[in-house]
């Protein structure tokens, strides 16, 4: 693997570039979540239809990753880093002035494209940082991740409350357009191009099943998991799974060459990806219905109050992400994410066992945010050096694609046991009991809990099978 000549300051400054992009799409990804209601009203349209503002966004993600990743090994990685970018100052420059919903849409669709800056900027880092350095470079990287998130909701509640959700595609267009310019100027060319033709069919093909099953997901809890348009979803998606697998043996010049999934590294770190998407998204569901919810089913914080909740994730991210970045050359990806497994596992017993109030809450998102990072930091470290350069970041287009999968779920999962368990709000008049509606019970989020100790665990048995490595001295040392 090539790596560049270059001193530590110019590496520092590349990654910061990288990073001030990733954390950009990330807060503004996460704002949209309390604007949703501020959304529904301005257009007034249903809370189905204002939940597409979202699921627009994170369908186009997944569908498009592998192809992004494709196109990155075969014209450059900058290239196509700068391409996404482009992609997305335009998307969040339309969304801020949509006059409809279908034109805030169709913006949020144009920004799933630039979504693939994420797995091309982990493959520059691997190339331009030394395998045993790769590691803390990519912890940076996945830090903002938890970062984003966080200032999302905690700068974005502020935002929708005082300016309006469109300001925050505003800022972000002229935030965008800076590191455009920075990474035009200043990020080099890395990688080895891959001499082939682009399998446009093959990504056709994973592009259309990938969104027919996230439609069904998004759409089972309103059109209902059996019915027959939504379950005709799911089987064509299936189906077109299986035409894929068997297109891509047959081509010439595949979109990613299925032997590579004989690398047990890689099998182990899509298999986890996508077990583990649904336990990590469900915990933000949790804590964000959960605190917002009125006394006595929740613990009644206003929208600014629930996004300070999740301030302890950035804050444990920002902390913890370095340091195993630091750690992992030393001791390997195995240890991390197997600790990582068995620490988010412990977070949903926090919130199972201990909730009554905001510093349990915050207690609890601290140690998720711990077990978050120790989890996504070797994913994304053991995809990146296990494979050939020339397929670098279409493997990461792959796993960030089966990653937005598990994610995707685990809201869904989450909110189907908050409406199949609720308790009536009641009501005393004229000394008679008035049921005014139904709220998610104790029962639910209980569910929620054990459901997400059971996916750790399922995650924690499956990272056993990783292939160990470590780096000392230069020499990569490998281990079972």
Same mark, same amino acid.
């Given at each position: 693997?090539?790596?560049y000549?270059m001193?530590?300051k110019t590496?520092t400054?590349l ?8 954390l @950009?799409?990330n ?5 949209v979540?309390p604007?949703l209601?501020t /959304? ?8 189905t239809?204002?939940g ?6 994170m @369908?186009?993600?997944a569908a498009t990753?592998?192809?992004?990743g ?5 014209y450059?990685?900058?290239k196509m880093?700068?391409i996404? /970018?482009g ?5 969040v420059s339309?969304?801020?002035f $949509?006059?409809?919903?279908w034109?805030l ?10 979504f693939?800056?994420f797995?091309?900027?982990i493959?520059?880092i691997?190339d331009?940082?030394p395998?045993?350095?790769v590691?803390?470079?990519q912890?940076?990287?996945s830090?903002?991740l938890?970062i ?5 909701l905690?700068v974005?509640s502020?935002v929708?409350e005082?300016l309006?959700?469109p300001?925050a595609?505003?800022?972000?267009a002229?935030l965008?357009?800076?590191?455009f310019?920075?990474s035009v100027?200043?990020l ?12 446009y069919?093959g =990504? ?7 969104v ?9 809890p309103? &059109?209902?998991w059996?019915?027959?348009n939504?379950?005709a979803?799911? /089987? $064509?998606?299936?189906v077109?799974?299986?035409v894929?697998?068997?297109y ?9 060459r299925?032997?590579?999934f004989?690398i047990?590294?890689f ?5 986890v ?6 336990g990590?998204f469900m915990v933000?569901?949790?804590?964000v219905?959960y605190s917002?919810?009125p006394r ?5 914080l206003?929208i ?8 302890p994730?950035?804050?444990?991210m920002?902390?913890?992400g370095?340091?195993f970045?630091r750690?992992?050359p030393?001791i ?7 600790s990582g497994?068995?620490i988010?596992? &412990?977070s949903?017993?926090?919130l199972l ?8 809450l915050l207690?609890?998102?601290?140690? $998720?945010?711990?077990?978050?990072? =120790?989890?996504?930091l ?7 050096l296990s494979?050939?350069d020339?397929?670098r970041?279409?493997?990461?287009g792959m796993?960030t694609m ?9 809201p869904?999962a989450?909110?189907v046991?908050?409406?199949?368990y609720?308790?009536p ?9 008035l049921v ?5 019970? =104790?029962?639910a989020?209980?569910y929620i809990a054990?459901?997400? /100790?059971f @996916?750790?665990?399922?995650?924690l048995i ?10 000392k ?5 490998a281990?079972?």
């Amino acid at each position: 693997m090539k790596h560049y000549t270059m001193d530590i300051k110019t590496r520092t400054l590349l990654l910061l570039f990288l990073s001030s992009m990733l954390l @950009i799409v990330n807060y503004v990804e996460t704002m949209v979540i309390p604007a949703l209601p501020t /959304i529904e009203s301005d257009f007034s349209i249903s809370a189905t239809l204002a939940g597409w503002v979202t699921s627009a966004y994170m @369908i186009v993600a997944a569908a498009t990753s592998p192809l992004m990743g494709k196109l990155a090994d075969t014209y450059g990685k900058k290239k196509m880093y700068v391409i996404a /970018i482009g992609f997305y100052i335009v998307a969040v420059s339309l969304a801020g002035f $949509s006059p409809n919903i279908w034109f805030l849409l169709g913006a949020r669709a144009i920004q799933g494209v630039g979504f693939s800056i994420f797995p091309i900027a982990i493959a520059i880092i691997t190339d331009l940082f030394p395998r045993e350095k790769v590691a803390f470079a990519q912890a940076i990287l996945s830090a903002i991740l938890g970062i984003g998130p966080a200032l999302g909701l905690l700068v974005g509640s502020y935002v929708v409350e005082d300016l309006g959700w469109p300001y925050a595609f505003h800022t972000a267009a002229i935030l965008s357009i800076i590191v455009f310019a920075a990474s035009v100027a200043y990020l080099p060319h890395t990688g080895h191009r891959v001499k082939e033709k682009v399998d446009y069919g093959g =990504a056709t093909l994973i592009g259309l099943a990938t969104v027919m099953v996230l439609v069904y997901i998004t759409e089972g809890p309103t &059109l209902g998991w059996l019915a027959i348009n939504n379950l005709a979803l799911l /089987i $064509s998606g299936l189906v077109l799974y299986g035409v894929f697998i068997a297109y891509e043996q047959r081509v010439k010049e595949p979109l990613l060459r299925l032997d590579l999934f004989k690398i047990r590294n890689f099998a182990v770190a899509n298999i986890v990806g996508l077990v583990s998407g649904i336990g990590m998204f469900m915990v933000f569901i949790f804590m964000v219905y959960y605190s917002q919810l009125p006394r006595p089913y929740g613990l009644g914080l206003s929208i600014i109050e629930s996004g300070l909740i999740m301030s302890p994730v950035a804050f444990g991210m920002v902390i913890f992400g370095p340091l195993f970045g630091r750690l992992m050359p030393k001791i390997g990806p195995k240890p991390v994410l197997i600790s990582g497994s068995i620490i988010s596992a &412990l977070s949903y017993f926090m919130l199972l066992v201990n909730r009554a109030t905001p510093v349990d809450l915050l207690e609890a998102g601290f140690v $998720s945010a711990i077990g978050l990072v =120790a989890v996504i930091l070797p994913l994304v470290n053991m995809v990146a050096l296990s494979l050939p350069d020339e397929y670098r970041t279409t493997g990461m287009g792959m796993n960030t694609m089966l990653r937005t999968l598990g994610g995707s779920a685990g809201p869904v999962a989450a909110t189907v046991l908050m409406d199949s368990y609720q308790d009536p709000v009641i009501m005393m008049y004229n000394n008679q009991p008035l049921v005014l509606g139904y709220l998610p019970s =104790a029962t639910a989020f209980d569910y929620i809990a054990i459901l997400g /100790i059971f @996916i750790m665990i399922v995650t924690l048995i499956v990272s056993l099978w990783t292939k160990n490595y470590t780096f000392k001295a230069n020499k990569t040392a490998a281990t079972t």
